[in-house]
């Protein structure tokens, strides 16, 4: 069973920063592509970033210079630093693989990120 637990997110003024962390279980977390999501309301939900196994990354045109992905394989964790943050940043945040196919079981909680002055 997997688990993946998002973490970090909160109310931030415009061009703040926060720094979001992804907890995952599962001892083929370093094999997997993974990939940070958001949905904003009444949106669907849209990949971010992604890193693979051996941390190529892959940003949205939206987040590109801003955001940087990262993971910790020895510790299971994939992060998202999120810098110039806008109002059009609010979203919850997920992780999962990227794609998701085969753990769309899987979806946290996802954190919460507020942009608002």
């Known amino acids: 069973q997997v688990q993946l637990v998002e973490s970090g997110g909160g109310l931030v003024q415009p061009g703040g920063s926060l720094r979001l962390s992804c907890a995952a279980s599962?001892?083929?977390?370093?094999?997997?592509?993974m990939g940070w999501y958001r949905q904003a309301p009444g949106k669907q939900r849209e990949l971010v970033a992604r890193?693979?196994?051996?941390?190529?990354?892959y940003y949205a045109d939206s987040v590109k210079g801003r955001f940087t992905i990262s993971r910790d394989n020895a510790k299971n964790t994939v992060y998202l630093q999120m810098n110039s943050l806008k109002p059009e940043d609010t979203a919850v945040y997920y992780c999962?693989?990227?794609?998701?196919?085969?753990?769309?079981?899987?979806w946290g909680q996802g954190t919460q990120v507020t942009v608002s002055s």
């Open positions: 890193i693979t196994n051996n941390g190529g990354t």
């Open positions: 999962n693989k990227s794609p998701p196919s085969g753990w769309d079981n899987y």
């Open positions: 599962g001892s083929i977390f370093s094999t997997l592509t």
